[in-house]
Each structure stands twice: as structure tokens, then as C-alpha cells.
């Protein structure tokens, strides 16, 4: 199931709505959840100009405890509100699909004070008419050509108000932009942070064989020195691919495999034309950590570790499954969850929401850790 189908979460709410209301073409979550802050900004519209039409025209006494005329006025600036909001938001869709987000989000200045200009009002001019014949069942233009006056009147309105919404807007894309690269920018600091432990039982593991077992002390740090090549080449690289991270993970467990020997076991299954498919750098491996540090470690007799990549319909499943201790098992060791945690901010910011992260019990033991993705479009030759 595509996880954006599913109810969102408190943290995809939050990017879904800083998404929508900066409008910097960087949209997050499906498409249903986009139109519910529609009909919520039309609906405290329809307040705003309720209040205000009883503020400039409500007269005589007690004009303002009538409550019929409140929800008599409400229900046709709502009808309004509807019809130039719903068009705003086909126009912005629209847009979206004929010119292509990338482009958009690349608009300078002038063309993105244009584009903001330009949709808002259109979709007055279109909703606007339609909004007073639903409320109203009068049709009128929003723009009356027959007074020069008013005609300027309503250019100059238009003008003002694409003016004010261009500079809010693009104040707010800015807002976002920021928030989202410091985000990221600490989320890459997380992501060069080696694990104490995994760190310190390398170290000391080749100072205890320097003596008694140099050559296995030379390959165990020869094959430290290319995870460490890995992991840092990941935090430079902006492109990467699933055979990249496989290369990580491969380097990690070259590592683990000189400490767990045949404790250790690994099955790789991924497709070759999968390995080619971009993927953002360390969500894999963190996965095959903790199934190692958390199942495998903690068993006597150790286990095996398998990785697989396969597509179910448009989704890009990727797992890490152990045959360790499970969840929640006595002798399992303790965890603050922070790696989970930063994979799945990770994939909110860099997927849109449209990714998920799951962790389960196997029924024959052990865990499942499952990258729900998106399968990536592929450029055509």
C-alpha cells in the first residue's frame, strides 16, 4: 500500500502544511491531503469576509446577534471562497503537470512574481463569477467594463494584491528552503557520526591481533579504512545509488566478518538492473547495524543477515531481515531508536512524505526492516 494512502502522521501534517502554505512547488503528501488545506484556507476565508461585510454594511440594532444572517452571509461567502480556492488550486495542478515542478521551483524572480501574479487572479476571475451564481443565482463578472473607473479600479486591485501575494509567498519558500537545508545539514552531521561502539571494537580488535596475528590485524584495518572511505564518500556524493550503499554495507561487514567470523552470514538479492537506482546515501546501512548490533551480536551462535530489493506495483520495497533475538526479547540489548528516528525524518524531508520505514517481528524469528520507496522514473533513451 502506498503510504501516503494511509492516515498521515503528526510530522507529514506539519511538512504537508509548510509545503502548501509557502506554495514553492515542493509539494508534500497525496493529493487528497494537499485539497484538505484548500478547503480549510477557503473555509477561514469565508469567516474573514463574513466579518468584514458585517463590519462595513451590518446596520441598525442588533445587526450583529443575527444569527441567520451570519450563516445566511457565511453560507455565500463560503460558496465564493470554494469556487476561487478549488480553481486556484486546479490552476496550480495544472501548471504543475504542463510545465513541471523542476521548472517552476527554478523561476527567477520575475517569473515566479508573474506566476504569482498571474494564477491568483485568474482564478478569481474564474471562481469568482461562478462562486456568486452558486451563492447568489445571479451571474455576474467580478470586472464590470462599463466604468472606466471601476475597470481601473479592479487592474489596479489585481496588480496590488499579485504584488503582496508574490512577495509572501517567495518570503515564505525562502522560510522553508532554510528550514529544510538546516534539517538536512543536521541530519548529515548524524549521518558522520560512527557508532562509538563499532568504532572502539575495531580499534581494540586490531591492537589485539598486532602481536599475535599481524596479518589478520593488516586485513582487519585495511578493510576499516574502506568503510571509513565509504561512509565519508556517501556525505560528499549528492547522486547516489543502490549499489553504492550496497558497497557501504559490503565494507561494514567485511569489518564485522574479521570480530563474528562465521557467526556471521550474508545474503545479498537484488536484481542488477535495481543496483542502478538512485537511493539517498545511508538509509541502508543503518538498517543492517541494527539488525547485527541488536539481533546477531547479542546470540551465541550468530546468524544470517539478508538484504533484498524487489518492486510491488509502484512501490520500491527494500529489507534488511536477521534470524537473531527479535523484538523485545530479554536478553536483547537496549536501544534509544535515534538511527530509526533519523531515517524516517530523512525520508519525509527527501521523499515528500511518500516513503515509509517499517519495523516487525518474523514469524519464524528474528526482524524485518522495510524501506517502503517510490520506484524512481528513469530517464529514457
Not at 28 to 36: D, E, N, Q
Not at 101 to 128: D, E, M, T
Not at 268 to 288: G, K, T
Not at 336 to 362: F, H, K, P, Y
Request: charged letters at 15%; hydrophobic letters at 45%; one cysteine or more.
Amino acid at each position: 500500500m502506498n503510504p501516503s494512502a494511509r492516515l498521515p502522521t503528526r510530522g507529514l501534517l506539519r511538512a504537508s502544511w509548510q509545503a502548501w502554505w509557502a506554495q514553492d512547488f515542493r509539494p508534500v503528501g497525496p493529493l487528497w491531503l494537499r485539497l484538505a488545506w484548500t478547503l480549510v484556507f477557503c473555509l477561514a476565508c469565508a469567516v474573514v469576509f463574513t466579518v468584514l461585510g458585517f463590519a462595513l454594511f451590518a446596520s441598525g440594532e442588533g445587526a450583529w446577534r443575527n444569527l441567520s444572517g451570519w450563516v445566511y452571509w457565511y453560507g455565500i461567502n463560503l460558496r465564493i471562497s470554494l469556487c476561487i480556492g478549488l480553481m486556484i488550486h486546479l490552476l496550480h495542478e495544472v501548471s504543475a503537470r504542463l510545465i513541471g515542478r523542476a521548472r517552476l521551483r527554478n523561476l527567477g524572480r520575475l517569473g515566479r512574481g508573474i506566476y504569482f501574479a498571474v494564477i491568483p487572479q485568474v482564478g478569481v476571475l474564474i471562481g469568482g463569477p461562478v462562486g456568486l451564481w452558486w451563492g447568489t443565482g445571479e451571474w455576474r463578472p467580478f470586472i464590470s467594463f462599463g466604468d472606466g473607473n471601476l475597470v481601473a479600479a479592479g487592474l489596479l486591485m489585481t496588480v496590488l494584491t499579485g504584488g503582496l501575494a508574490w512577495l509572501f509567498f517567495s518570503a515564505k519558500a525562502r522560510q522553508i528552503q532554510a528550514e529544510r537545508q538546516a534539517a538536512e545539514a543536521a541530519l548529515r552531521l548524524l549521518q558522520g557520526q560512527i557508532e562509538p561502539h563499532f568504532l572502539f571494537n575495531s580499534l581494540a580488535n586490531v591492537v589485539s591481533l598486532i602481536e599475535v596475528e599481524p596479518a589478520r590485524a593488516r586485513a582487519l584495518l585495511e578493510s576499516f579504512i574502506a568503510y571509513l572511505r565509504a561512509s565519508l564518500s556517501g556525505l560528499r556524493q549528492a547522486d547516489r545509488t543502490l549499489a553504492d550503499e550496497l558497497t557501504l554495507v559490503s565494507t561494514y561487514l567485511d569489518v564485522l566478518g574479521h570480530r563474528m567470523s562465521e557467526r556471521l552470514q550474508i545474503k545479498i538479492d537484488v536484481p542488477e538492473a535495481q543496483r542502478h537506482w538512485p537511493l539517498p546515501a545511508l538509509l541502508l546501512q543503518p538498517l543492517v547495524e541494527n539488525a547485527i548490533h541488536h539481533g546477531l551480536e547479542p546470540k551465541i551462535e550468530g546468524g544470517t543477515v539478508q538484504i533484498s530489493s524487489q518492486v510491488a506495483g509502484s512501490r520500491w520495497l527494500l529489507r534488511v531481515d536477521d534470524d537473531g533475538m527479535g523484538l523485545d526479547t530479554p536478553n536483547q540489548r537496549p536501544g534509544t531508536g535515534t538511527a530509526l528516528a533519523n531515517i524516517r525524518q530523512r525520508l519525509l524531508q527527501q521523499m515528500d512524505g511518500d516513503a515509509s520505514l517499517t519495523v516487525e517481528a518474523l514469524p519464524g524469528g528474528g526482524v524485518r526492516s522495510q524501506l517502503d520507496l517510490p520506484c524512481p522514473v528513469l530517464p529514457t533513451h
